[in-house]
């Protein structure tokens, strides 16, 4: 196990009047200091003196700040430093890092060098030996977006905007700003690979080409309407990438070949001139479908997707079709983040743009560390990374802190494999797809407002697979 020293020069030199370097065992695994160390010195972020507040330690708090939602920012300092150690340090009359400096010193460190950290430490990291991790030797990969509500302050108002609903001739806007990131997720493991952050306003679509950068050539993308678009699946097919995604019923296609699962060829086209001039056209392949289960969400309803995995005796539609639904890891892996990481009226604390941009790479790195964990865990029991409790293991972990700071260095080895097998014991109910009503508590969106009647909504009477129809 690591212990994770603080000072950039190397000594435990003194900060909050302490000579030990701070540790937070528990996720060091994930992010080593050297990783950290390594990126203020490539950013210039390397505190040029020993500080009160250190870069190193301060890039520690914006992680910390993910796992410890719930507490000011002093308190979570208090969880980086060592809790016994501030309350010793306080008996000794030696003055504490304020809100104040701690706010100065994360102004000085900035997102960037939380940016480069989540790249340097960001992979797929499903084996062979994860389960649900991959479809015929393709690793499951996911690309979509989400948005987080920010603090009301006129710079982050000016920076990323409020979202506007219309009521007739009314219009209405959101209580806060809001921030949104277009992420590019494993779906096996719930690890982001790559996150970029935009203004709500801005459209998400160009931004999924420098996502889809960072796929492997043996990967299948699953991506929303969102992204639908001719450059997009062609940047895809020239890497190699295969693609799985949803496009809308008002896109018309000319059914070139129809297979006997009821998927079809068809060729899109670049701009309208060049498909009524049938110049240049991108040969992909077309699956309609809809639901006969009355209990399930979608049912009656017409779906599309459109996928370049051309061979249908390979991919059959109805596998495809179950295997997109696995999109839905990222909406799982969404709310894990805002329901259970944060769990706050207002998502994050950061009252400038670039705190903002800055907070989010560090809980995304701190959902990183606790996903790693979980999949380490899953695999000492042999079982699917997604069958454990996200929420038991944050628990787990903020637990295992203190006990672990407190422990000498010869147990930690075992307190940490402790640690991972308390992890393998919260599990999750087995799950079959999207169940509920996609509808929201509160109405600002394009979405039904959540009505009594939504709270006992009839369950599908067969499981998902079994549901599907395909159109033909």
């Known amino acids: 196990m690591i212990s994770i020293g603080l000072t950039e020069s190397g000594s435990a030199a003194a900060w909050d009047g302490g000579d030990q370097p701070a540790v937070l065992e528990a996720i060091g695994r994930y992010v080593p200091p050297e990783a950290i160390a390594e990126v203020l010195g490539r950013t210039g972020r390397a505190s040029g003196r020993v500080r009160k507040v250190p870069a190193m330690a301060v890039v520690w708090l914006v992680i910390a700040m993910g796992l410890w939602a719930d507490a000011d920012v002093r308190s979570v300092w208090r969880q980086v430093v060592g809790t016994l150690r501030t309350l010793l340090a306080a008996l000794a009359g030696t003055k504490l890092a304020t809100k104040s400096a701690l706010s100065q010193a994360r102004t000085r460190l900035g997102p960037r060098p939380l940016r480069q950290l989540l790249l340097a430490l960001s992979a797929p990291i499903a084996t062979s030996a994860t389960h649900g991790a991959f479809y015929k030797g393709m690793r499951l990969m996911v690309i979509d977006s989400q948005k987080f509500y920010v603090p009301d302050t006129p710079v982050n108002r000016r920076a990323f905007g409020k979202s506007v609903a219309r009521h007739t001739e009314h219009k209405t806007e959101s209580a806060w700003p809001l921030v949104q990131t277009i992420r590019l997720l494993e779906a096996g493991t719930h690890m982001t690979v790559d996150l970029l952050v935009k ?238 009503p996609r509808v929201v508590k509160v109405k600002q969106s394009h979405y039904l407002r959540k009505r009594p009647e939504h709270y006992h909504w009839p369950q599908p009477l067969r499981s998902f697979e079994h549901s599907v129809r395909v159109l033909n």
């Open 199 to 436: 203004p709500q306003r801005n459209h998400e679509y160009p931004f999924g080409s420098t996502l889809l950068r960072r796929v492997g050539s043996s990967d299948l993308v699953l991506w929303d309407g969102g992204f639908y678009g001719y450059s997009l699946l062609k940047q895809a097919c020239e890497r190699g990438v295969a693609v799985l995604g949803w496009v809308g019923q008002h896109i018309i296609f000319d059914r070139i070949q129809i297979f006997e699962d009821g998927s079809y060829l068809a060729r899109i086209y670049p701009t309208p001139t060049d498909r009524i001039a049938r110049k240049g056209g991108l040969l992909v392949r077309v699956i309609d479908y809809t639901f006969d289960d009355p209990g399930r969400p979608g049912h009656g309803e017409p779906h599309r997707l459109i996928t370049n995995l051309l061979d249908a005796a390979r991919y059959p539609a109805t596998e495809l079709i179950v295997l997109y639904h696995q999109r839905w890891e990222i909406e799982i892996a969404n709310d894990e983040i805002v329901t259970h990481q944060l769990d706050r009226n207002v998502d994050l604390r950061s009252q400038t743009p670039a705190g903002v941009v800055q907070e989010l790479y560090g809980i995304h790195l701190a959902h990183n560390a606790v996903r790693a964990l979980m999949h380490e865990s899953a695999l000492s029991v042999d079982l699917d990374p997604r069958q454990l409790s996200f929420i038991h293991a944050v628990r787990v972990i903020r637990e295992a802190v203190p006990i672990m700071r407190a422990a000498s260095t010869t147990q930690l080895p075992r307190l940490y494999a402790a640690m991972i097998q308390l992890m393998a014991q919260g599990r999750l109910p087995p799950r079959d797809g999207r169940i509920n």
